[in-house]
């Protein structure tokens, strides 16, 4: 398996436009994650699926955000009227979950979508 | 929000000597993690530690935990070019399903030949 892809890798959008970015995780793994990083920061949560369900979002998901993951394989982020706010890399991962619990699941990330808001 | 800082923002060695960077928290963990991320190749993990010990070994790397300071360290012994990256620890909070991993701010290694 090649690991987590994410496509596009760079995104130029005019402030008020809409963008959609795609992950697909390892095949195998029915964790997908979201994360959000600046520049000069670490990555902050922003959602997470379990299959096809989303469990948790961080209050960083505001309205003009979704995410959706319909068949529980690859998964994709929507930002609607983007603001120059919403500049930023957007990071993918997945994991292997198979307690109820995952907190030591190891998170294989993407190489993520830097987007940039004019 | 953040969980944590990483100290020092920054680090710059020579090949060879050992680079030592510390994450403190502020809640409490199941576990901490460690990961690498360089512009090639993004984010990377390298080490977990769970709340419950206090030092783990991979390779080169070693790692501490102190949960009385919500602290800990990573060290990378005899360090190489490769190294050069930013190093990230992250947490988890206990009794948390999924692992929504709560990253610090970093610190930038530079290791140079």
């Known amino acids: 398996d090649t690991g987590v892809s994410q496509n596009p890798r760079h995104k130029i959008t005019k402030r008020g436009q809409n963008v959609t970015f795609r992950c697909d995780p390892i095949s195998e793994h029915n964790r997908l994650y979201w994360y959000r990083q600046t520049l000069g920061q670490g990555p902050e949560f922003l959602t997470y699926f379990q299959n096809e369900a989303q469990l948790e979002k961080s209050r960083l998901l505001s309205d003009r955000f979704s995410a959706e993951r319909p068949k529980g394989s690859f998964s994709t982020l929507e930002i609607q009227r983007t603001e120059q706010g919403d500049s930023a890399m957007y990071l993918c991962?997945?994991?292997?979950?198979?307690?109820?619990?995952?907190?030591?699941?190891?998170?294989?990330f993407g190489p993520g979508t830097r987007l940039l808001v004019l | 929000s953040q969980q944590g800082e990483e100290d020092p923002q920054a680090l710059s060695i020579q090949e060879g000597e050992n680079a030592t960077m510390n994450c403190s928290y502020k809640t409490s963990i199941n576990n901490l993690q460690w990961y690498r991320q360089n512009s090639g190749r993004g984010l990377v993990h390298l080490i977990l530690?769970?709340?419950?010990?206090r030092e783990k070994h991979s390779g080169r790397l070693r790692v501490t935990l102190d949960t009385s300071k919500k602290s800990s360290s990573l060290l990378i012994t005899a360090s190489r070019a490769a190294d050069t990256a930013s190093y990230f620890c992250a947490t988890v909070p206990p009794n948390q399903a999924g692992t929504a991993l709560i990253f610090g701010k970093g610190t930038t290694l530079s290791v140079s030949s």
């Open positions: 530690i769970r709340s419950n010990e």
């Open positions: 991962a997945s994991s292997l979950g198979i307690r109820a619990t995952g907190t030591e699941e190891t998170q294989y």
